[in-house]
């Protein structure tokens, strides 16, 4: 087999050309991650303030909310595959604030972003790469103590439709049983026409209610072929079952589907769109709930069973997840492909288990023309590694967290870590070929301990520096120099 070093270039397997050379590549702050076979990844922005959504413009600049800081702009040179270089970058708007929530109009010209208290909207001139307007209050009245991300979604399918995600704190679990709190909430709000003269929504009282009984659906996308609305939930960390802490392996976090925006249905009724929290859990292993005969992988389980609450009111009066997730892997961000043949998802990781999980980008097949997940409800191996940190038990401390999600206009996947600051690119390259993270020349790798904590059968990976195995195909490269031994 022949071995192949290079000196201040970017690489390319076939498949990907080779458009110029890539210098100044930037060393992630921990030890470089593991990327699946097929995959390369490399580190294209550091130094941010816990970057969250990331969002191409028209012109194919990366705006990025900064959280407690603002929306910053980013312009890249691209030398094609992984191979960026951040040519230019901005604050848009500088507002502490904002911690999570983007989004942009359905043409472009409409910035929209969110505190926990609210949603503001700006004039975006993507052109001129600035805002021209002062923020106008489209929605407000979501504050609360915890968990107080506000994601937004712009739909595509049904224009002027604005679909804000709100959790809630655990101090507040019996409030978010009443609906009219507002808590555990998904909402649609027409925006099309509004003017800066109207008043703003109340989140508690206006908008439809697309789902509730849900604790953190935090990354929030339409499928692009039929408009159906997922969602990635955040469940509890320290549940009890009958008053036993099952917290480990318990419940799942889940992948919740809400229907389609276009549908000649009440939203605001509550029937049939309650999936369950505060009362309510989705199973992921069956074999450390008390009393769970019965139960299997996906099903909703009661926390406290009593006359009025069983397992089986769980599942008669309450949607389940379509899939379900490891305990504690907490899913950030949802993006399908283009085709919308896969789903893309970000697992931050977890704070509360012994051993740290999660800390990975991962993907799902979907049926692009039913927009349904090729996986069964019950499955535990639905999930597709595809970047992971090296060693899970130094996290989160010495591992990316990934957050926000982007695909540009070339398929390229953007992610952003919060935790170390940084944006990386994913690029797939062939089916055949080895996983690479790209380092500059000399630069670690880490000890090469790949540790995959899914549970999916996801293909072996490997950590790369600029020395890699090149398996029945000749390397392509950008220009610089080259050795082949």
Known sequence: M????????????VGAF?????NDILVPRNPAPVVANGWQAQLVAGGLTKP??????????????????????????????????????????????????????????????????SVFAWSYNARGGAVTSLP??????????????????????????????????????DRAAVLSSGLSQIRVFDIANRSASDSPYNFNSDGDILGW?????VGMAEHPQTGGIYAVENSVDGVTRNG???????????????????????????????????????????????????????????????????????????????????????????????GGETAYITFRGSFDRSLPVGYK????????????????????GALRDIITNVDNTQCPDKCFRPVGLAIDSKGRIWFSSD???????????????EGKFVLPEGGQNGDGSGNNNGNGDSAASTVFGWETRVLGWTALFGLGAWLIA
């Open 419 to 433: 935790s170390t600051g940084e944006i990386y690119v994913l690029h797939r390259v062939s089916e055949s070929s």
């Open 52 to 117: 969250r959504s990331i969002q191409f413009d028209e012109t194919g600049a990366l705006l990025v909310v900064e959280s407690g800081k603002g929306i910053s702009r980013h312009r890249f040179t691209d030398n094609g595959g992984t191979c960026l270089r951040a040519n230019h970058s901005h604050m848009l708007v500088e507002l502490q604030g904002l911690n999570h929530g983007l989004g942009l109009s359905n043409d472009g010209t409409t910035l929209y972003a969110s505190t926990a208290e």
């Open 361 to 380: 980008v991962a993907s799902l097949a979907f049926n692009s023309a039913t927009g349904e997940p090729l996986a069964s409800a019950d499955s535990k």
């Open 136 to 173: 106008r209050t489209l929605v407000t009245n979501m504050s609360n103590n915890d968990l107080v991300t506000r994601t937004l979604l712009i739909s595509e399918k049904v224009k002027g439709k604005l679909i804000v995600s709100r959790g809630s704190a655990e101090a507040n679990r």
């Open 2 to 13: 022949k071995k192949t070093t290079l000196t201040g270039v970017c690489l390319y397997t």
């Open 244 to 338: 036993q802490d099952i917290r480990e392996n318990n419940p799942g976090e889940e992948l919740n589907f809400f229907g389609y925006l276009n549908e000649t249905i009440n939203l605001n009724s509550s029937a049939n769109n309650n999936y369950g929290y505060p009362h309510c859990f989705a199973v992921w292993d069956p074999s450390e709930i008390p009393d769970g005969d019965g139960l299997g992988v996906g099903r909703q389980f009661a926390g406290e069973e009593n006359n009025s609450l069983t397992d089986e009111t769980c599942e008669s009066d309450y949607v389940a997840p379509r899939l379900t997730f490891p305990a504690h892997y907490a899913p950030i961000d949802l993006r399908f492909s283009v």
């Open 18 to 22: 080779a458009q110029g050379t890539c």
């Open 213 to 217: 009984g849900l604790r953190n659906s």
